[in-house]
């Protein structure tokens, strides 16, 4: 069983920076892909960004040069930096992961309990 939990959201103005944890509680986290995923009001789940468990990164194209996904495998961890907010970013994050070395963003089996991130204009 794996348990996710995400921590670092809050309040920032645009232009800001945040950084996202989220701690994998269980076996084998260096064996798994981990992505960032966010949910919109009234929107579908989106990926964000991903990461395999050999490093190759991949990102949400109105990210890319804002945000940095991370891993650190001593600490079960998984970090998102993200810089240079917008007030589009707006949205509850999420972490996810399918178990597997490359991540199946449509075939998550283990979700975090999501954290809020709000930027203000």
């Known amino acids: 069983q794996v348990q996710l939990v995400e921590s670092g959201g809050g309040l920032v103005q645009a232009g800001g920076s945040l950084r996202l944890s989220c701690v994998f509680r269980g076996r084998s986290f260096s064996s798994n892909a981990m992505g960032w995923f966010r949910q919109a009001p009234e929107k579908q789940r989106e990926l964000v960004a991903a990461?395999?468990?050999?490093?190759?990164?991949h990102y949400k194209d109105a990210v890319k040069g804002r945000f940095t996904i991370s891993r650190d495998n001593a600490k079960n961890t998984v970090y998102l930096q993200m810089n240079d907010l917008k007030p589009d970013d707006t949205a509850v994050y999420y972490c996810?992961?399918?178990?597997?070395?490359?991540?199946?963003?449509?075939?998550?089996?283990?979700w975090g309990q999501g954290t809020q991130v709000t930027v203000s204009s």
């Open positions: 996810g992961t399918s178990g597997t070395v490359n991540l199946v963003s449509h075939a998550i089996r283990y």
């Open positions: 990461i395999s468990s050999g490093g190759s990164t």
